[in-house]
């Protein structure tokens, strides 16, 4: 007897090693390619977008805008209100079309099939007010490709992750606005997406609801996921994602590991004394910043000067503070909006 | 992945149409209030016509008995019933406590029908023809002649040039009950449909639904779902007034209704679906609630201007009627009803309906397509339709 069985989410290695156990007279003649080639498609894919225009009228909303998502990691998308992050998150979603432009997934277009195993959080929330959050969730899973039986599974296991079991047979409307945020979420985790696209996730929540939030992303995302998240709150965003992509005016304006974006090679020094520190306004080869009382802030023209400046301090009294001041992403932000 | 659902998903769509409305107690209620409503009419004309058996005529001796027997023979049968009194006033006793329909008494020269407050023409009429047949049947013996010689070339018979399958109140009764049947339904479970729309609209849960299925898997879901509800409810008002008929004892409608409640069906879901199009569009110009009262105007006109056609419009205009798209829905089941109306045109007022409903749930689809994300303001018709795809 020849059984054929297409799985998601598992691999043909584990299928072997399970008939192994299971079946001790039988055997896997033929991983099936279809789930194979299905998973090539979903797991550890890079999402892109190349060349996306979009014209509202004649208002040029989106202009070439390029960046990858890499799977993995989280990138922060960021600008200023207007800056066209929102219609490229829909464009991607495939809610709205592009005047030019692709999105990619893998290489290729990526395909509504595909899209359907995305996770889409849209900037104006909304689900059914006047439906039970249990039948919500089932019917959002079923939506995105899920069968009866895993939609329930997966509802069940998200809502006691958010601690909402009891409330299950409850109408939306009824929960207070951060359970009804949560509920938000969890519809768009709930089958397992293979990307995440979320347009402002944390607006609105405070620093609690926050940090909920993100351990349930952590938890409740898989790794190779990538995920794209736009927002206001730098500093999150600075704690948050891996890779960051600052759209002006519908541009790329920056775009890259935050990590380089915001060190960068910093020349900018500050320095705290006991005393005075407006001594510093006579030295040569630096560039004061800002001196105010015992503490200054300075450029160094070259490298090894700044090692000059804190014998010198030194030698003149006690230094309570020595160190390269850090590029806040706020001023990364601030540049490259300008 | 073998679930048909995710080939077909308007099939999800539908199921959640479909299930939150049931559970939805407005609309139970108001389906509860129109099945009681369709019983009722179906019930109390007949309550109030006295079939609910044959009428008590009280009488005083065999005479009046055979009388009102003969009389009951004249009228097929089962429509007459002696009750026995003593004396005349035994028998205006029984007649005014409501215990006998009429009395009949010997009078001066022959009979006199007592009545309470009124008298029935059907009753006054089959006893006096009782009384004259029976008085010259005997006179007739007296004279020598048999009772057929005296009936020699007094037959007369009824001949209709264009015969209607229903005597004509009926008819008509039942002939408005078909377009008010489709004109509630198609009302009623359009502004649902409207509704639903402008609610995924409100809420902005439309964002997610069209970032995970296409928007015409939304528009068919919904409108097959409302569909499926719809004849669901016609379903169960036909069974309501089935068994409302049955208990009655005016089964003998059915016999008329029965051949053209295929193509009632028939004429219903095109007309439905066509206008279901036509509701989800009303519900897509639309950004709240309060807007709907103008953009559903178009459906209610549309709606209503064929109804009242086809209900109070002369023959010619409603044989016109008949053959237009969405007024056929209402007109051509009726016109079936009250005259011969030949194969050929049911037939063609199939497929001009198919034609446009085709064509309207086409353009339908197509506006609903371009207006459903746009959340900003209410549209206009004209305006949707010239919209290009976003």
Request: glycine share 10%; proline share 4%.
């Amino acid at each position: 007897m020849t059984l054929r069985v297409t799985l998601r989410g598992d691999v043909c290695g584990g299928l072997r090693s399970l008939a192994w156990e299971s079946l001790p007279n039988g055997s896997v003649r033929d991983c099936v390619p279809d789930s194979q080639r299905w998973l090539e498609e979903r797991v550890n894919g890079m999402l892109s977008v190349a060349g996306l225009t979009r014209r509202f009228g004649d208002h040029l909303a989106l202009d070439d805008v390029s960046f990858d998502v890499v799977p993995g990691r989280m990138t922060g998308f960021v600008g200023a209100n207007g800056a066209g992050k929102t219609t490229t998150m829909r464009i991607i979603l495939g809610v709205l079309a592009a005047t030019a432009g692709e999105v990619s997934w893998n290489g290729s277009p990526l395909t509504a099939a595909v899209r359907r195993d995305f996770g889409y959080m849209p900037e104006e929330r909304g689900l059914y007010p006047k439906m039970k959050i249990l039948d919500q969730l089932v019917f959002f899973g079923r939506l995105h490709g899920l069968d009866e039986r895993r939609a329930a599974e997966r509802t069940d296991k998200i809502l006691s992750r958010l601690g909402l079991s009891e409330r299950a047979g409850d109408v939306l409307e009824t929960l207070s606005l951060g359970n009804q945020q949560r509920v938000q979420i969890a519809a768009a985790l709930v089958h397992e997406p293979i990307a995440l696209v979320l347009d402002e996730p944390f607006s609105g929540l405070d620093p609690l609801a926050v940090d909920a939030m993100v351990d349930l992303l952590r938890d409740e995302v898989t790794p190779e996921v990538p995920v794209l998240f736009s927002s206001h709150q730098l500093e999150l965003v600075e704690r948050l994602c891996d890779d960051l992509v600052v759209l002006a005016r519908g541009k790329v304006v920056a775009a890259g590991p935050v990590a380089e974006l915001a060190a960068g090679p910093s020349t900018t020094y500050r320095l705290v004394v006991d005393g005075d520190a407006g001594w510093l306004r006579d030295v040569r080869g630096i560039t004061v910043r800002d001196v105010a009382g015992a503490t200054a802030l300075f450029d160094v023209a070259e490298r090894g000067r700044e090692q000059q400046i804190l014998a010198e301090a030194m030698s003149r009294g006690q230094v309570l503070e020595f160190g390269p001041e850090r590029v806040a992403l706020s001023d990364v932000f601030r540049e490259a909006t300008r | 992945m073998t679930d048909e659902t995710l080939r077909h998903p308007w099939q999800l769509v539908a199921h959640r149409e479909i299930s939150t409305k049931i559970r939805d107690k407005t609309f139970l209620g108001s389906t509860a209030v129109m099945l009681m409503l369709v019983v009722a009419a179906v019930i109390i004309p007949a309550l109030l016509s006295g079939h609910s058996g044959p009428d008590k005529i009280a009488v005083l001796n065999d005479a009046g008995a055979k009388i009102v027997q003969t009389a009951d023979q004249i009228k097929g049968g089962d429509s007459f019933e002696v009750t026995r009194a003593s004396d005349q006033a035994a028998a205006e006793r029984l007649v005014s406590d409501g215990d006998a329909k009429a009395a009949l008494v010997p009078g001066d020269n022959g009979y006199v029908v007592v009545g309470d407050q009124q008298l029935d023409d059907g009753i006054q009429n089959a006893l006096r023809e009782a009384v004259v047949n029976l008085g010259m049947e005997q006179n007739a013996g007296k004279a020598g002649l048999s009772p057929e010689q005296l009936r020699a070339g007094t037959a007369v018979q009824e001949r209709l040039l264009n015969p209607g399958p229903l005597p004509d109140i009926v008819a008509d009764f039942v002939n408005i009950g078909l377009a008010l049947v489709f004109y509630m339904t198609a009302l009623g479970f359009g502004m649902m449909i409207a509704q639903s729309v402008v609610q995924e609209k409100e809420s902005r849960v439309v964002e997610i639904l069209a970032a995970a299925i296409p928007i015409r898997a939304l528009l068919w879901g919904k409108v097959i779902g409302n569909t499926v509800l719809a004849l669901s409810q016609i379903v169960l008002i036909a069974a309501a007034s089935l068994i409302g008929l049955l208990a009655t004892g005016q089964a003998d409608i059915l016999k008329v209704v029965a051949p053209v409640a295929g193509w009632f069906v028939v004429f219903f879901v095109l007309g439905f679906v066509a206008l279901a199009g036509l509701w989800a569009v009303a519900g897509s110009l639309a950004t709240r609630q309060e807007d709907l009262g103008s953009t559903t105007l178009p459906g209610q006109m549309i709606l209503m201007i064929p109804f009242f056609f086809s209900v109070f419009a002369g023959s010619s205009a409603k044989t016109i009627a008949s053959f237009v798209p969405i007024a056929s829905s209402m007109a051509m089941p009726g016109r079936m009803l009250t005259e011969h109306v030949p194969l050929w045109q049911p037939l063609l007022a199939i497929l001009i309906l198919l034609v446009a409903t085709a064509g309207i749930v086409r353009l339908a689809a197509r506006v609903y397509e371009r207006t459903l994300l746009k959340t900003g303001r209410r549209l206009g018709y004209r305006e949707a339709i010239a919209l290009e795809a976003t």
